[in-house]
């Protein structure tokens, strides 16, 4: 019975809300992509007051959380889930698995629908989800988020947020305007090197960063900025012929999906490790000053420990990317990656 399941649903909902505990209802009912009957809308959209019966289980919440999947969710429900979104013309793999595109197009969902936009498929979202697949809403892909992630080519190579990534990468065509040398000390020494250049916005940042670095006594080296997309595609080979496709691709990007392109990036070390672009770099004064100030410059560490799982990249206190003040900040307080950011905003 319908009814029942419902009333028995939240009753554990409830129960679990008491607890405190996050609930996540795996069941393939609740995201069914049929119809739902009159009864299961009446009680879909009763969803956020509903009060379970305390004959029930003896347990009446005001409130009941009504989150049935989020993010680090996989299996069948969520591959339900994922072919719902499809069919309104989401562009997403159904793989069963709530990593990030599905995540950023739920809260793209919700967002075209007035609900606040959090990504996580909760009960309202599926009241909204059922209207829109019966048409009652006009739904654009990609259009509340300002970003279609399911285009692997970026649209927007110029933005200083541009988010280059191991599913999102630059036209091969792509060269940024106003390339010029940042003066600031360099590994590479000799005239018009590509590597020793940044866009304009980035390279005035980063003298102003290492100026006040130097002033501090620090010995900050710019090693590696502008990387054009002929050298990403002899960088990968090389490494793809030393250790195999899929090793070279943990540790160098695949051609266009190197941030470098972008000209907002510059790897940075020091004497202390040799100018090496090692993780050791993090324990040193400049590694340290970098994390606490990199910021107040507009810069982030881009590929941050512990967030490998978002970015795609292992941890690299040296590469730092810019992205202007305002969002610099935000990510850099809030412990963020670009990713995120860019979801939350
Ligand atoms: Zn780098």
Known sequence: MKGNYWVTTFAVVGLFAVLGL?????????????????????????????????????????????????????????????????????????????????????KDFQLQVGLSGDGQYDAETDVRLKQ?????????PGQAIHLNVSDRTVTNPDDLLVLVNKTRSLPADYVPEELVEPDVPKYFQGGD???????????????????????????????????????????????KEKIGEEAANKYSARPGESEHQTGLVMDVTCPAVDHELVTAFEDTKEGRWLRAHAHDFG???????????????????????YVGEEAAQAIMSQNLTLEEYLLRN
Do not use: C
């Open 22 to 106: 996050v609930v996540v209802i795996s069941t393939t009912d609740v995201i069914d992509p049929k119809q739902p009957s009159q009864e299961e809308k009446e009680h879909a959209s009763d969803a956020p007051s509903a009060t379970p019966d305390a004959s029930q289980g003896g347990v009446v919440a005001e409130q009941a959380p009504q989150i049935l999947l989020e993010e680090g969710d996989t299996g069948e429900a969520v591959r339900e889930l994922q072919k719902r979104l499809t069919a309104l013309g989401y562009e997403l793999d159904v793989d069963g698995e709530y990593g990030m595109t599905t995540r950023w197009y739920v």
């Open 132 to 140: 829109a697949q019966r048409g009652e809403w006009t739904i654009e």
């Open 193 to 239: 090197l590509p590597y020793n250049k940044m866009r304009e916005v980035a390279a005035d940042a980063l003298e102003r960063l290492f100026a006040q670095g130097e002033q501090e006594g620090l010995q900050l080296v710019a090693r590696s900025g502008y990387r054009s997309y002929e050298t990403q595609v002899a960088v990968f080979n090389r490494n």
């Open 299 to 321: 810069f982030i560490i881009r590929y941050p420990k512990g967030k490998e799982g978002i970015t795609g990249y292992q941890y690299e206190p040296w590469h730092l990317r």
